[in-house]
């Protein structure tokens, strides 16, 4: 059974950081690629960032640019998310999700790609 399973989100102070975590089970972790993807109340889910499955394509959403950072330890089963410099706007529950991808170096933040979906953790910045 596969399951992902995100962590970190809190309450944080605008210009703060946090740092989310996104651990899979019952698959292959480095065969897939992973996104982040994050909802705010009243707003459709959008892509964040993506990783490739050998971690070296990352794609970020040009609201986070120069601001957060994916990465990911393969030994862990493990992909991050570096948040700085947080914003009331960044403010929305945060999903991460898998896919296979056969292409080691390609990942997108495409919802309808991924196959495999975590129940997100909250992310909430005060102003």
């Avoid at 292959?28 to 690629?33: D, L, N, Q, S, V």
């Avoid at 990352?58 to 950072?69: A, G, L, P, T």
């Avoid at 994916?70 to 896919?99: F, G, H, W």
Wanted: aromatic letters at 12%; a neutral charge.
């Amino acid at each position: 059974q596969v399951q992902v399973v995100e962590s970190g989100g809190a309450l944080v102070q605008a210009g703060g950081s946090l740092r989310l975590s996104c651990t899979t089970s019952g698959l292959t972790f480095a065969e897939y690629a992973v996104g982040w993807f994050r909802q705010a109340p009243g707003k459709e889910r959008e892509g964040v960032s993506c990783v490739s499955r050998n971690g070296e394509s990352r794609y970020y959403n040009d609201s986070v640019k120069d601001r957060f950072s994916i990465s990911r330890d393969n030994a862990k089963n493990t992909v991050y998310l570096q948040m700085n410099s947080l914003q009331p706007e960044d403010t929305a529950m945060y999903y991460c999700a898998a896919v296979y991808r056969r292409n080691y170096g390609y990942c997108s933040v495409t919802i309808d790609d991924y196959t495999h979906w975590g129940q997100g953790t909250q992310v909430t910045v005060s102003s």
